[in-house]
């Protein structure tokens, strides 16, 4: 028999939705696999520093393992609200950095933080000092015109010397002008094999895989192929929860490759 401490974390994981994967949903999720790692929904710092951060923040004991994610770009209010998340008794804290929405571009946070990688990085550090949990990103392969190698190396060169060991990629671009968040989903073209080049230069870091994997079993057939670390499901794992309980069988059947 396995237990959860033989399951690297990230092999598996649900993605943060905003307005889906609240409380009730990751509690279902869990429901249907033990050990799926579940992210929160985008909590912006702002919230949690000023707005009603128990209700924002409480969850269900069972739905550990589970992490909180943050939007933001603020070093000091990242560190605070990483503080506490980590108090709330979430197993990681997650900064995003794919986010396209206009209103977080308001805020100059989510995706446009792949320009930023410098601020990124200082993030990173700010909220490393201030939470013994893992700190780890979530981002895409560049914006608009980027060139996406580029960029995204530029970028977890930068995020991963502040201390960040795990990067979960969005394997497309985000464009911030003209397309609707949803669209920002399914236009921009995924590019699996620039996050699988990601790994073996930097094999040093953990990349999990994010975008179009349309199930568990594809999922697990995919990070093998490309040799990643693991795989996050979004809307397939909303959109047909039952196949999450393929993830333990498949994900365990893996741990000794
Ligand atoms: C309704 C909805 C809300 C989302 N909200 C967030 C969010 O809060 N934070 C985030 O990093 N990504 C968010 N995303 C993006 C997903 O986490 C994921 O990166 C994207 O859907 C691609 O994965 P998929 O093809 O498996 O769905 C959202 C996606 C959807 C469908």
Redesign the pocket.
Known sequence: MHNSADIPPHRFSA??????TDRHCRFFHRLLSAHALLYT??VTTGAILHGPRDRLLAFDPAEHPVAL?LGGSEPDDLATAARIGADAGYDEINL?C??PSERVQKGAFGACLMREPALVADCVTAMRGAVDIPVTV?CRLGVDDDDEEQRLFQFVEQVSAAGCKTFIV?ARKAWLKGLSPKAN?DIPPLNYPLVAKLKRERPDLTIIL????ASVAASSETITDLRLDGAM????AYQNPWDLAEADPIFLSLIHI
């Open positions: 993605a943060p939705m905003m307005d889906w929904e985008m994610q995003n794919g986010c979530k969005h989903r994010n975008g179009g994997l499901l979004g809307r397939a």
